[in-house]
């Protein structure tokens, strides 16, 4: 737990008005969002689509669409007195919100670092909405994963999510690939927001993931955008 002298320390780096000059958003891990949020009353923004903040989202939290064309115009409505917490699934979009609120002279903008992801990785609590409508698009449980990572052929595994600019933008790559290599390596793609307890179960803080695994075992793990160079190399390699 937290103590009350760290929790200043963090709030007094970002509210400091000398500090102006290089003022910026801080980062935070999961259990110091959580602490700092509940601690400090102010603003707790969930900055995801609609359907994914209905699938799981912090208590409290509101909701504003990061990729809605009236978003910006909407965050900067919040009250500039008061800290701002915000995050999305991977911390990728509330950074691009926090940037925004610094350049429009909020002052306590506070960022969920590695996104709920690491807050589900964290066991931290989530509140679902009964009207909420799981994806199930590229579905893997724990018991399928298992089996795939065993067969006889290497497996080359994609972890993306719907919401994932990169993981789009690389789709037709990875498809055209499962097309070239069909017969020699499996290559799967895994829905991260339809398979969260294997991502959990994984560790898996972010999309694109990737993983490639021969005969059981684990050969090559990276994080983020890949070129087809890299993955070809890789599956020529065996």
Not at 6 to 33: C, D, H, W
Not at 50 to 60: F, L, Q, R
Not at 106 to 116: A, D, H, K, M, R
Request: with cysteine; glycine share 6%.
């Amino acid at each position: 737990m937290m103590t009350k002298s760290i929790l200043f320390v963090i709030m007094l780096s970002i509210t400091i008005p000398g500090r102006a000059q290089s003022l910026t958003y801080k980062n935070l891990e999961s259990t110091e969002f959580d602490v700092i949020s509940r601690q400090v009353k102010g603003t707790v923004l969930d900055v995801r689509t609609p359907a994914e903040y209905a699938n799981g989202h912090i208590e409290s939290a509101g909701q504003l669409d990061y990729y809605a064309s009236d978003f910006k115009r909407k965050l900067l409505l919040l009250p500039k007195d008061q800290p701002v917490y915000l995050y999305c699934n991977t911390g990728y979009r509330s950074k691009k919100a926090a940037d925004i609120l610094i350049k429009n002279g909020f002052t306590q903008v506070y960022n969920l670092e590695s996104g709920i992801m690491e807050w589900n990785l964290h066991e931290l609590p989530v509140v679902v909405e009964k009207d909420a409508r799981p994806d199930t698009e590229n579905q893997m449980e724990w018991d399928e994963y298992f089996a795939l990572i065993n067969s006889d052929k290497p497996v080359f595994i994609d972890f993306y999510a719907p919401w994932c600019g990169p993981c789009r933008k690389m789709m037709p790559m990875i498809d055209g690939l499962a097309e070239e290599y069909k017969g020699k390596v499996s290559i799967v793609k895994i829905n991260a927001d339809a398979s969260k307890k294997l991502v959990k179960e994984l560790q898996i803080i972010g999309v694109p993931h990737f993983v490639l695994y021969a005969s059981g075992n684990k050969i090559y793990e990276h994080s983020g955008i890949i070129t087809k160079t890299e993955v070809t190399d890789l599956l020529e390699a065996l």
